[in-house]
């Protein structure tokens, strides 16, 4: 059983596919997408923002979040997508833990 719209799905897909993509960067590649702005786009007829946010750890690795934002159709508000983990110097990647993520929605 579904509980959640499909464009909903769709979008939730379209977060985890730009966190896939930005993985497989640099920290000199993640470092200049902080300064871009977010992108605009439309799933499914509905308006939705993607931002991507990069935060330097003192240990040296990056924080990288993407969060997403969709105009929910019949309820005020919007919903939220997001994707995030930690590129560390030597180009490994942890995975960004759960309970961070509750800073970005």
Not at 79 to 90: E, Q
Request: avoid cysteine; glycine fraction near 6%.
């Amino acid at each position: 059983m579904r509980t959640f719209p499909k464009s909903l799905a769709t979008f939730r897909k379209i977060v985890e596919d730009r966190g896939e993509q930005l993985r497989k960067l640099t920290q000199e590649e993640l470092k200049k997408l902080a300064a871009k702005p977010a992108e605009q786009l439309t799933v499914e007829s509905r308006p939705a923002t993607i931002g991507i946010i990069v935060q330097p750890i003192p240990d040296g690795s990056l924080r990288v979040v993407i969060q997403g934002f969709m105009k929910a159709r019949f309820v005020p508000g919007k919903h939220v997508a997001l994707d995030g983990f930690y590129k560390n110097l030597d180009g490994t990647v942890n995975p960004m833990p759960s309970e961070e993520f509750y800073e970005f929605d």
